[in-house]
């Protein structure tokens, strides 16, 4: 199931970032947080994927961040 719609808020209980993303179906929910300071994200990249695609983003993100 693709990613219709996403947002960028800030997670109620850790105070980070968090994208919350809405799929096909209708329904919404968080697909990670993340520390800003390290990793940063727009909505428009989220649009058109998968969850795992959305996850497997923040991954390589991760990874480009710890390499450099």
């Known amino acids: 199931m693709k990613i219709t719609k996403a947002r960028i808020t800030r ?3 850790l105070r980070i ?22 990793i940063s994200f727009t909505p428009d990249e989220f649009i058109g994927l998968t969850k795992g695609e959305g ?5 390589d993100k991760d990874k480009a961040y710890l390499q450099s």
């Open 11 to 13: 997670d109620n209980f």
């Open 17 to 38: 970032p968090a994208i919350i993303v809405t799929l096909e179906d209708g329904t919404e929910e968080v697909l990670f947080t993340y520390y800003p300071d390290e």
């Open 55 to 59: 996850r497997g983003l923040k991954f």
